[in-house]
């Protein structure tokens, strides 16, 4: 028997370092994880390089990677693929923006970067969407809403280049940046007015607009302004179907992830960083009906590392081994669990160490590996892959694979 479908759950920023309040141990050595080690137990494991050996991926180019898109290739920078996941429909040659709604005092100065921790935008976003008018120059905009403070604008039209800077001057008190040029193209020129007339617009009718005007009223900081940054043009995907020859779905609670899954091809399944684990865990079992391919991706963890707390990442971990219990009972499905890169706390950020990785399911070998942490992993029969030979090695673990040669 071999299994037909895969499941590709990635733990965000799962491997880390000894770290010393664990007793010089990693979260995942130090955590008790029966599922995940089950898992290991019955499948081959090993260690893996999401881009290549020494490179501090980030979280999106590896996902391209792991997907079997070489960021080298396909990368052309975060805003577009946070765009995407925002749920604007981008489309090649258009510029995306990560955008997020700030505070501005009376004297125009930033005084609070994430505007009081806002938590629903969709009024505010819906009136950017329909009242700023950039058609003077050709231009049509997409805004939409992100989680809590956070949002993502497009740019549709002639001329534009995502060479421009952001207005976002990454500390309070300051007033916000002019959007500039970043070479001398006048495209580039035409889309720093374009950017800085949106920020104006935007800016006029934040101004006094109902939610903020409630939000003053109510001892609340406003959402005043819009600070956009991370300009990409959308690039050129070969449609996952048509690469792997399976269909497939990306379940995400990250904006960047979701949009990197659907400007894949992948269906992006909607869940936010409320929606409980074990919710999630039964729509990528749903989704595992329908689709031939899932991507699962489980943040948090990657935020414990920035944030150096490694007890908060072992008992997370701990969280998603118990939350992953019904994929053990999953037939005809091979689950492959790894991570997009390493979170060390002791750096507080990505590290290139390999990430430790199980391949489990109807057809896989099964070596002596019992438990998932990157030290045992490394013994495993999978050895050292890099991210981008993940594809091929479980799609050929499902038959899918032609030969090469007679
Ligand atoms: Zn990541
Ligand atoms: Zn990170």
Avoid: W
């Amino acid at each position: 028997m071999t299994a037909s479908k895969i499941l590709l759950l990635i733990i965000d920023g799962v491997g880390d370092r000894p770290c010393a309040c664990l007793g010089n141990k990693t979260p995942l050595q130090a955590a008790s994880l029966p599922n995940l080690d089950r898992l290991a137990r019955e499948g081959i494991c090993g260690i893996m390089d999401p881009i290549a050996p020494g490179i501090r991926a980030g979280s999106d180019t590896s996902h391209l990677s792991l997907l079997g898109y070489p960021p080298q290739k396909y990368y052309t920078g975060r805003g577009p693929l946070e765009a995407a996941g925002c749920g604007i429909k981008m489309e090649p040659g258009m510029i995306g923006f990560r955008a997020n709604y700030a505070t501005l005092d009376d004297n125009g100065m930033v005084i609070d970067r994430r505007a009081g921790r806002i938590s629903d935008t969709t009024e505010i976003s819906a009136a950017i969407k329909n009242g700023v008018d950039l058609l003077k120059y050709g231009v049509k905009i997409e805004f939409k809403p992100g989680t809590g403070h956070r949002a993502a604008l497009s740019l549709k039209g002639k001329g534009l280049s995502p060479a421009v800077s952001t207005n976002d001057p990454k500390k309070n008190g300051v007033i916000p940046h002019v959007i500039v040029p970043e070479d001398e193209s006048e495209a580039a020129k035409f889309t720093a007015e374009v950017c800085n007339e949106f920020v104006r617009q935007s800016t006029a009718i934040l101004k006094n607009h109902p939610v903020n005007l409630a939000r003053k009223a109510g001892g609340e900081m406003p959402a005043n302004v819009v600070l956009i940054r991370g300009a990409g043009e959308m690039g050129v995907y070969e449609p996952f179907e048509e690469k792997h020859g399976l269909s497939g779905s990306v379940v995400a609670s990250a904006a960047l992830i979701a949009g990197i899954g659907s400007s894949v091809g992948l269906e992006r399944i909607p869940v936010f960083p409320t929606t409980p684990l074990d919710e999630q865990v039964k729509i990528v079992c749903s989704e595992l009906q329908k689709k031939d391919f899932v991507l699962f991706n489980v943040k948090n963890a990657d935020e414990y590392g920035h944030d150096g707390k490694a007890v908060e990442k072992k008992e997370f971990l701990e969280e998603v081994d118990a939350a992953i219990l019904p994929f053990l009972s999953l037939s005809d499905v091979m689950i492959a669990v790894c991570g997009d890169h390493s979170t060390p706390c002791s750096i507080k950020d990505h590290s290139a160490d390999p990430v430790p990785l199980i391949i489990r399911g109807d057809g896989a070998r099964i070596d002596s590996v019992t438990s998932y942490d990157e030290i045992s992993c490394a013994a495993g029969g999978m050895c050292r892959i890099l991210g981008g030979s993940l594809m091929p090695i479980l799609l050929d673990l499902i038959d899918k694979t032609h030969k090469y040669g007679a």
